[in-house]
């Protein structure tokens, strides 16, 4: 069947520490990938997106995330963490036999520690 | 501001009751979805609308019923609910249906649901 797995579902860092959270998926073909993340009462928000191309892709407020195509595997990434990253994180993938669904995995929940 | 605005944020609904849930998006998109939010489950899909047409209906139970009367706005009427539906229901629209280019969904902040 075909899935989206997040390995973390809680994860605890102290502030300035590095991040990586991981994403595989089941899905063959053509993928679009996607991290969205969602802060406390806020709603859900893209962080970062690969379509196509350079498989580094960059986001907002210093977020990046590796597509490696061998692995199926899209993990997230920010070098230097902060307490305002505290927020849930959610992988998501369009595969192109998926219909028109984005899915996506369980979320990982990060607190950062001042 | 996400563009994509839902109403209510709270609903607390008895299961004989009938509500509904409303999507209005100020981004001009063609596409909007319904998805149902639950506790340590993942995002599932439950509506796809394409330019007003019902394009994807996940096995939803005919106790949701959506409807979405222009491009700009999508409801999801509620009817003899069961407790095991109380969740998060959150609207999303793209520019085109998700796979049609580089496309991305935008989200409202939900609609938190309890059926007592």
């Known amino acids: 069947a075909q899935s989206v797995s997040q390995h973390n579902h809680h994860v605890i860092l102290s502030e300035a520490a590095s991040l990586e959270l991981g994403c595989n998926y089941s899905?063959?073909?053509?993928?679009?990938l996607f991290w969205y993340v969602q802060y406390p009462g806020q709603h859900l928000q893209l962080l970062l997106k690969y379509f196509s191309g350079d498989p580094l892709v960059k986001g907002i407020k210093g977020f990046e995330a590796e597509f490696i195509k061998s692995k199926f595997s899209f993990n997230l990434r920010k070098p230097s963490v902060q307490w305002s990253d505290t927020a849930e994180y959610f992988c998501a993938v369009k595969g192109s036999n998926s219909g028109y669904a984005l899915n996506f995995g369980k979320g990982t929940s990060l607190l950062v520690t001042p | 501001e996400t563009g994509v605005t839902q109403t209510p944020r709270h609903l607390v609904m008895g299961m004989t009751n009938k509500k509904s849930l409303k999507c209005e998006q100020h981004l001009g998109h063609n596409a909007m979805y319904w998805y149902k939010q639950s506790a340590k489950k993942p995002l599932e899909l439950m509506f796809v609308?394409?330019?007003?047409?019902?394009?994807e209906n996940n096995s939803v139970p005919s106790r949701f019923s959506p409807e979405c009367p222009n491009s700009s706005h999508l409801f999801l009427h509620l009817h003899t609910l069961q407790p095991e539906d109380s969740a998060l229901y959150l609207c999303a629209s793209s520019q085109a249906v998700l796979g049609h280019g580089n496309t991305e969904a935008f989200f409202g902040q939900g609609t938190r649901l309890t059926v007592v």
């Open positions: 899905y063959g073909g053509t993928v679009n």
């Open positions: 609308y394409s330019l007003e047409e019902r394009v």
